[in-house]
């Protein structure tokens, strides 16, 4: 059984996730509206990942006789500068998602809750490699630039990411 301040913590990390997808989804129609479908495709599997791992969270709470609660979300902003500062954004997003997770482990371990521990071990993996991709994703932008050509070539790379489903090489 889950104690009031894990299940908290837990339907938090709920919507946390759930705000991470419509971040990516918005981020992904800003990035079609410019006519970037290499990241726009890529930042909607972000979208439909970062879903994936909400159902997660919501099938454990509910699985522990406890119950997964959805709540409001904010609206995600709808425009960017650049499409530095929203691969910006969303490297600062994953970690604060990295900073909730490694929270709730603390809790597990202090509780001791080692179900939930080892449960939680599947998003600390996930979120290091999250953060691996979004800041090789700033290092490519780094060296490709996004001016002129170089937003065109960016995009392409971007768009290799997600039709190939795999992690930027580094």
């Not at 791992?53 to 904010?74: C, P, R, S």
């Not at 709730?104 to 993996?125: C, G």
Request: charged letters at 25%; hydrophobic letters at 40%.
């Amino acid at each position: 059984m889950l104690s009031k301040t894990m299940v908290d913590k837990l339907n938090a990390q709920i919507n946390l996730e759930y705000f991470s997808s419509n971040i990516y989804l918005q981020m992904s129609a800003w990035c079609a509206y410019k006519g970037l479908e290499g990241c726009a495709d890529f930042l909607r599997k972000q979208a439909d990942e970062e879903m994936m791992h909400m159902h997660k969270l919501f099938d454990y709470v509910n699985e522990t006789g406890a119950m997964a609660v959805v709540g409001q979300i904010d609206a995600p902003p709808v425009d960017f500068k650049s499409i530095k500062e929203l691969f910006t954004k969303t490297y600062e997003h994953e970690c604060l998602v990295t900073k909730r997770i490694n929270e709730m482990v603390a809790v597990a371990m202090k509780e001791p809750d080692y179900a939930t521990f080892n449960f939680l071990q599947w998003y600390v993996a996930e979120q290091h490699e999250e953060e691996t991709v979004f800041k090789g994703i700033l290092d490519k932008i780094e060296l490709i630039g996004v001016e002129g050509r170089g937003v065109y070539l960016f995009d392409k790379y971007i768009g290799k990411l997600a039709a190939q489903n795999v992690e930027p090489v580094e």
